[in-house]
């Protein structure tokens, strides 16, 4: 086991990645459809749809607990440092939201009902989502669990009109999954995700070609990617309340003032965004964290926190039908101090055991003595597709090729207690699990970082994922017209 940390290889391994997949994706499936129907590439006036699931992971529990029906119902962590991971409708009258503290909501809405989150449903659930959309289109581009944008440039003739391809996916999302979303059409990308936004539930809103300026020009400047609390401040300083009032102030005003983002700003203000949607459904990490009532102290209790969440990792894996090499552990003290380590281990695995054994060996670089811990997170990445036999190295250490040997033998292991457990909940084959009752703000973050050139990043610090990682565009652009999964 090697400890690394993360590399420039790495990164520029996984930048290239999004690169060549842009390529291949707007030349490949567009270019195919311009093949057939005869029209030159720079003809086609492009349509992007997002689609956003309503209040995912609320939703998913109403739908199968119909007791929940009409009631305002807060998934997530319950105690004193939970925090909402989505709030259904009828809690959001209440100004319930989601990465609001649990206890804040529950004081917005007391009669909520706070519903514990079962992460492998939902992913299950946005795996038959996300096999839908690709059903209208090859170029799919997943933004978190729950959302994504489809280029339908180019399909009018085969499947309709952009609104008539938006209604038979919406209804073919709601015929498998009995789950409404809402689907903004527009030109660009950026426009199309403002739109989802703005009829939501169960609604489609659409920015035809040569409205863009007057779908934008009354906005609040928040509505556009990169503008944050920070730069709203800022330019409400100036007096720039409107999307409208940023656009006059003109292009050179704004570069010389924010710099390349002000430009960015500018051409968003004009409806110019010309990313191309980037059919990369990856995750590239899996991960469990929680955050705990009551303090964690010792080596022991840490370990025992780990094994569970080893486990809904492993189970996350199987469900995916993935194996990770890479294993990473986040722990953080009460006074804040969070630490992480990370090992590449010498085959990929999806065994609860094997992630447990490497996050425990992490733990030992950490100085716990005399510290009390307030959150701990195991995760992998680095995912292997394959199951390729692997072969034994001569110089292996004996305990690798007993792992090696084994690995079959544990891997169909996992797969039965992955599956005992999607059926019967977390407790059945865990029951070691005493974290359980005092888990607070739980969050399986499946994070896909795509970075899109001349995006801005704006910190979409997400308490129901932690803060470890970039979450994709999840809490870019939520603004005040946005809304949680
Ligand atoms: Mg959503």
Not at 7 to 13: A, L, P, T, V, W
Not at 316 to 339: M, N, Q, S, Y
């Amino acid at each position: 086991m090697a400890c690394v940390k993360r590399g420039r290889r790495e990164r520029s391994r996984e930048s290239q990645n999004v690169e060549s997949v842009g390529r291949t994706g707007k030349t490949g499936a567009v270019g195919a459809m311009h093949a057939i129907f005869g029209r030159p590439a720079m003809a086609v006036q492009r349509a992007i749809l997002h689609v956003d699931m309503d209040a995912f992971f609320a939703s998913v529990e109403v739908r199968d607990d119909p007791r929940l029906r009409g009631k305002p119902v807060l998934v997530g962590g319950g105690g004193r440092r939970g925090v909402v991971a989505t709030a259904s409708y009828e809690a959001r009258r209440f100004g319930c939201r989601s990465a609001q503290p649990m206890a804040q909501a529950l004081k917005l809405c007391p009669e909520a009902v706070v519903v514990a989150p079962r992460h492998g449903v939902y992913v299950e659930v946005s795996q038959q989502v996300f096999d839908v959309f690709a059903r209208f289109s090859p170029l799919v581009e997943g933004l978190s669990i729950d959302e994504a944008f489809l280029d339908i440039s180019g399909t009018e003739r085969l499947l309709g009109t952009p609104r008539q391809v938006a209604e038979a996916l919406k209804a073919e999302v709601k015929a498998t999954t009995a789950l409404t979303c809402s689907v903004g059409i527009a030109s660009v990308k950026f426009l199309a995700k403002i739109a989802s936004g703005m009829n939501k539930p169960d609604g489609i809103t659409e920015i035809p070609p040569g409205t863009e300026l007057a779908f934008l020009t009354p906005l609040p400047v928040g509505a556009l990617w990169g503008v944050g609390p920070r730069t709203e401040q800022r330019l409400e300083q100036r007096g720039i309340r409107t999307v409208g009032d940023l656009r006059r102030l003109g292009e050179k005003t704004l570069t010389d003032w924010l710099g390349a983002h002000g430009q960015h700003l500018y051409r968003l203000s004009a409806g110019l965004d010309e990313r191309a949607v980037i059919p990369d459904r990856e995750a590239k990490s899996i991960s469990n964290e929680d955050t705990y009532a009551v303090d964690v102290v010792g080596v022991e209790a840490l370990r025992q926190r780990l094994l569970s969440q080893a486990t809904r990792v492993a189970d996350r894996l199987v469900a995916e039908g993935r194996k990770a090499r890479c294993v990473h552990l986040k722990i953080r003290d009460i006074h804040f101090v969070t630490e992480s380590r990370q090992c590449t281990l010498p085959r990929p695995v999806n065994d609860h055991r094997a992630i447990y054994e490497a996050a425990c060996r992490l733990l030992d670089s950490v100085e716990t003595e005399g510290r009390s811990f307030r959150l701990t997170g195991v995760g992998v990445a680095d995912f292997d597709a394959g199951s390729a036999p692997v072969q034994l190295g001569l110089f292996d250490a004996p305990r690798e090729m007993r792992e090696i040997r084994e690995a079959p033998r544990k891997e169909s292991l996992q797969e039965v207690m992955s599956a005992v457990r999607k059926r019967f909940g977390h407790q059945a084959l865990f029951p070691g699990d005493a974290g359980s009752e005092r888990r607070l703000g739980s969050s399986g973050a499946i994070t896909h970082t795509r970075p899109v050139a001349g995006e801005e990043t704006e910190a979409g610090t997400d308490a129901r994922r932690g803060e470890a990682k970039a979450d994709g565009g999840k809490g870019r652009g939520r603004g005040r017209l946005g809304s949680g999964p």
